[in-house]
């Protein structure tokens, strides 16, 4: 089924998504810019479309979404593949649920999807949760006979903060690559990540097996093993002492969850290791031993 299709920005992955869907749909792009190859403004194409796809950051999110819900067409679905918090500390599906609860469908694209990727024709994979789960059947009609693999998932907050916080963790896994810590140690990191995420998506209300998904662990083991990672490169130039730069998603959710006690990290010893080095990163040697000394104290403790 061809469907009209409106593209939120024409970054990286507003490029994928035009690449994805061109073929088989009616698409149009809006950036800053303006509409792509047309004289008309947001709100003249608002109400076309039976598909709004915000390839945005979180920030203005609630801004855009804000500024399209009056011309939203009546059985329209905007839907976001944003990975992070905005300034409020909110995710976008919680940006989505206070613009357009009760009156739009919304919801949530989410997992391995290394935009490049699907440019070159490779594939990608996605969970999709939705506020109203029947539209489905209008996301597989989107991406059917696309290399973007997407299925239909339940927990929309528990995803949303699986994803998230994915880049909090990749960060460590390029430190210990950067320190030679070994295969071993990848082992370890993603083990205690993903049982971390499940207690952190638990305290929000979620699914305890939540994170053991495309937006959890299958973004996680992408992001945190990829040499083209922000995030994996971004702990490899903390060891290197290269600090003038400490930023990316990752490092934009450590501040927000500090900043509105979004749930308590101390409770997460890799989430709080991953802290405090960003955080002072002339103290991550001595963090990481700390850290490492009270695992092998811990197993003691346990035998």
Same mark, same amino acid.
């Given at each position: 089924?061809?469907?009209?299709?409106?593209?939120?920005?024409?970054?990286?992955?507003?490029?994928?998504?035009?690449?994805?869907?061109?073929?088989?749909?009616?698409?149009?792009?809006?950036?800053?810019?303006?509409?792509?190859?047309?004289?008309?403004?947001?709100?003249?194409?608002?109400?076309?479309?039976?598909?709004?796809?915000?390839?945005?950051?979180?920030?203005?999110?609630?801004?855009?979404?804000?500024?399209?819900?009056?011309?939203?067409?009546?059985?329209?679905?905007?839907? !976001?593949?944003?990975?992070?918090?905005?300034?409020?500390?909110?995710?976008?599906?919680?940006?989505?649920?206070?613009?357009?609860?009760?009156?739009?469908?919304?919801?949530? &694209?989410?997992?391995?999807?290394?935009?490049?990727?699907?440019?070159?024709?490779?594939?990608?994979?996605?969970?999709?949760?939705?506020?109203?789960?029947?539209?489905? %059947?209008?996301?597989?009609?989107?991406?059917?006979?696309?290399?973007? &693999?997407?299925?239909?998932?339940?927990?929309?907050?528990?995803?949303?903060?699986?994803?998230?916080?994915?880049?909090?963790?990749?960060?460590?896994?390029? &430190?210990?690559?950067?320190?030679?810590?070994?295969?071993?140690?990848?082992?370890?990191?993603?083990?205690?990540?993903?049982?971390?995420?499940?207690?952190?998506?638990?305290?929000?209300?979620?699914?305890?097996?939540?994170?053991?998904?495309?937006?959890?662990?299958?973004?996680?083991? !992408?992001?945190?093993?990829?040499?083209?990672?922000?995030?994996?490169?971004?702990?490899?130039?903390?060891?290197?002492?290269?600090?003038?730069?400490?930023?990316?998603?990752?490092?934009? !959710?450590?501040?927000?969850? %500090?900043?509105?006690?979004?749930?308590?990290?101390?409770?997460?010893?890799?989430?709080?290791? &991953?802290?405090?080095?960003?955080?002072?990163?002339?103290?991550?040697?001595?963090?990481?031993?700390?850290?490492?000394?009270?695992?092998?104290?811990?197993?003691?403790?346990?035998?």
């Amino acid at each position: 089924m061809k469907q009209r299709v409106l593209i939120l920005s024409y970054g990286e992955m507003g490029h994928a998504m035009e690449y994805l869907l061109t073929a088989r749909h009616d698409v149009r792009i809006w950036s800053l810019d303006g509409v792509k190859d047309r004289n008309s403004t947001l709100e003249d194409e608002v109400p076309w479309a039976q598909v709004i796809l915000f390839c945005l950051p979180v920030n203005p999110h609630h801004e855009i979404a804000s500024r399209i819900a009056p011309y939203l067409a009546k059985d329209s679905v905007c839907l !976001t593949i944003a990975k992070g918090l905005d300034e409020s500390g909110r995710t976008a599906a919680q940006v989505f649920e206070r613009v357009f609860a009760g009156k739009h469908h919304y919801g949530v &694209v989410y997992g391995p999807m290394i935009s490049e990727e699907l440019r070159a024709g490779r594939h990608g994979f996605a969970d999709a949760v939705l506020s109203d789960a029947a539209d489905f %059947e209008v996301i597989h009609s989107l991406f059917r006979g696309s290399t973007l &693999v997407c299925q239909q998932a339940a927990d929309m907050h528990g995803r949303s903060w699986s994803v998230i916080l994915k880049n909090v963790y990749a960060i460590m896994f390029g &430190v210990s690559d950067e320190l030679k810590l070994g295969d071993n140690m990848r082992g370890h990191l993603m083990v205690a990540a993903i049982a971390e995420l499940s207690g952190i998506v638990q305290s929000f209300g979620g699914q305890a097996h939540t994170p053991y998904s495309y937006a959890g662990l299958g973004d996680l083991l !992408t992001t945190a093993t990829s040499e083209d990672s922000h995030h994996h490169a971004l702990g490899r130039h903390l060891v290197l002492g290269e600090w003038s730069d400490i930023s990316g998603e990752g490092v934009h !959710t450590l501040r927000m969850v %500090e900043k509105y006690h979004l749930f308590d990290w101390r409770a997460y010893p890799l989430f709080s290791l &991953v802290r405090d080095i960003v955080t002072a990163p002339e103290t991550l040697n001595e963090r990481v031993q700390d850290y490492l000394k009270q695992l092998r104290e811990t197993e003691i403790c346990a035998i």
